[in-house]
């Protein structure tokens, strides 16, 4: 796709926190144009400087785009903003929905949509948003195989790798197996070094053992620093995790899943989110230990 037609078909992107804000400085160093709404007008200033487009409604985002990219909390915020769209949504609208929601709502909005002629992928992201800006995240798209194959050039410019996980659905299925695997590595990490520091081993120095052998994660590169300093500045909210969290015990619960860390794990969640941490970053799962 040339740089001119960029220009002439913009990307659409609902939703500019801090997922939306990063997709969109991803897509404007690929040389896309993009045009942006948030509730919260706030965020069109970044976008602006950016030298994208802020609009001041998701219809004038619909009106403007063929392809539209949704970075919202939830599926219902999600079938809620479609709703809302109604006749705006052009038939041949590729919708690109990085929400991380519930698989069967997922895949029954993208039934709906279909019947319209509207395109539609649940493109869940593994990673942060600093991940993002730094376009080293997953993306795991359900939805029909050529969709996923128009979506490609958008995709591509904010992730490194993407999957095809089957229809639409299966994204959001996949994304919770991850971020469970994913969550139960933080507070594992967590826990091991809160039960460092009180002990008496340096937590710095364990966590340089940690990375050398062979308990060795990605997230102790990713967020045991942040552990250490208590920096909690969020690249991925605990609020968010606490939802995935509720998310997967939902599913689990209709397919008689066995997931007993995961309700431990939603416990410490909880407490913590009552504590003050909710917008704190995801490390922050650490106070649970100390």
Known sequence: MSARRKSKAPIGIIGLGLMGSAIAARLRGAGFAVVGHDLDKSKHAALKRLGGRAADSAAAVADACDCLLLSLPTTSIVASVIRQLGGRLRRGTLIIDTTTGDPDATAKLGAQLAR???RY???????????????????????????????????????????????????????????????????????GLAFAERVGVAPAHALEVLKAGAAYSRVMDIKGGKMLARDFAPQARLAQHLKDVKLILQLGRRQNAKLPFSRVHRRLLVSLAGAGFADADNSAIIEAFR
């Open 116 to 118: 319209r002629g509207i």
């Open 121 to 191: 992928l649940d493109a869940t992201v593994v990673g942060s948003s600093a991940q993002v800006r730094e376009g080293s995240v997953l993306v795991l798209a359900g939805g029909r195989l050529a969709d996923y194959s128009a979506a490609q050039s958008v995709l591509a410019a904010f992730s490194n790798q993407t999957f095809h996980t089957g229809p639409c659905g299966s994204g959001a299925r996949m994304k919770l197996v991850v971020n469970l695997v994913l969550g139960l590595n933080r507070a594992v990490l967590a826990e």
